[in-house]
């Protein structure tokens, strides 16, 4: 029973110690899955209160009939309120280009937008360098839909056009 209780400890400590000199993150959103997308994010640090982070996510998603398949790439600068970068609490203003394909059956085109937007996030950073990154803000994104072939185009709207809500979580390894 001591032996068991001796790994828990040290096991809880190995997991809840802070790092102290990380200067790099790579993270996923495994949330994104669930919508048919995949989403990796590098972050580095500037200095103590500052780190710039590059998200590029594919998707294959589908909305009603419209099928959107193409890159998106979101840099964005957080500015961390304790002045211990890369961990704990930022706020972050982000841009956003997406460059899609876009389907509904017997219409197809290229959607291409710029946008932008701010995020509220907390990081953790731990000792074995495990990260977990929660993040949510307002976005907005404008397009232009270019058809190569039919005569209509597809519906944009549903979160890829307009006002949105930008929410994740991302877990990775610090180092």
């Known amino acids: 029973m001591r032996k068991l209780l001796l790994c828990a400890v040290t096991a809880l400590t190995f997991f809840c110690a802070k790092a102290q000199d990380v200067q790099n993150t790579i993270k996923i959103n495994p949330l994104s899955a669930l919508l048919r997308t995949g989403s990796v994010f590098y972050e580095r640090k500037i200095s103590d209160g500052m780190s710039a982070q590059l998200g590029v996510a594919y998707t294959g998603i589908k909305i009603s009939d419209t099928k959107f398949t193409g890159l998106a790439l979101t840099p964005e600068l957080r500015f961390y309120l304790k002045k211990n970068a890369p961990a704990g609490l930022y706020a972050a203003p982000f841009l956003r280009y997406q460059n899609y394909t876009v389907s509904d059956g017997s219409d197809e ?5 710029f ?3 701010a995020l509220m996030g907390y990081q ?3 000792g074995s360098g ?10 907005y994104n ?6 190569t072939s039919g005569a209509n185009e597809p519906d944009i709207k549903g979160g890829i056009e307009g006002f949105g809500l930008r929410t994740g979580v991302a877990i990775g390894f610090g180092f």
């Open 109 to 113: 085109g290229k959607y291409t937008s």
């Open 115 to 117: 946008g932008g937007g």
């Open 124 to 126: 953790w950073v731990y």
């Open 130 to 139: 495990f990260t977990l990154d929660l993040f949510f803000g307002p976005s």
């Open 142 to 147: 404008n397009g232009k839909y270019k058809a």
